[in-house]
């Protein structure tokens, strides 16, 4: 297992929108719990979205609605689009994996954990 590689990051307004990739190594031939997760000065780590291997997807209240995860398992790939950002969203957000039998929601939104870690991207949100 490699290193996940974030990208997509960047500086947008408040009503925009990014799309997050992360690749992660070996995904469309093994089975992933895949997670994004953001963290903010002077706040925890949040587990922001889960995608489990059967493609089952979950969300952390506070980006229901406006951030979808997705994937592409031939290029071994998992996505977040992010639409009608707010600044309240600028954090460092980074992608996380573990390999299942996992819980993957309980994993990634209940706990903020994965084993493997990508380095991150930084999305500034501004008003």
């Known amino acids: 297992q490699g290193p996940l590689v974030e990208s997509g990051g960047g500086s947008v307004q408040a009503g925009g929108s990014l799309r997050l990739s992360c690749r992660v190594p070996?995904?469309?031939?093994?089975?992933?719990?895949v997670g994004w997760f953001r963290q903010s000065p002077g706040r925890e780590r949040e587990g922001i979205a889960s995608?489990?291997?059967?493609?089952?997807?979950d969300y952390a209240n506070s980006v229901k609605d406006r951030f979808t995860i997705s994937r592409d398992s031939a290029e071994n790939t998992v996505y977040l689009q992010m639409d009608s950002l707010q600044p309240d969203d600028t954090a460092m957000y980074s992608c996380?994996?573990?390999?299942?039998?996992?819980?993957?929601?309980?994993?990634?939104?209940?706990?903020?954990?994965?084993?493997?870690w990508g380095q991150g991207t930084q999305v500034n949100v501004s008003s």
């Open positions: 996380g994996a573990e390999h299942e039998p996992v819980v993957c929601s309980g994993m990634v939104l209940g706990m903020g954990y994965a084993r493997y």
């Open positions: 070996g995904y469309k031939n093994e089975r992933y719990c």
């Open positions: 995608i489990d291997s059967h493609g089952s997807t």
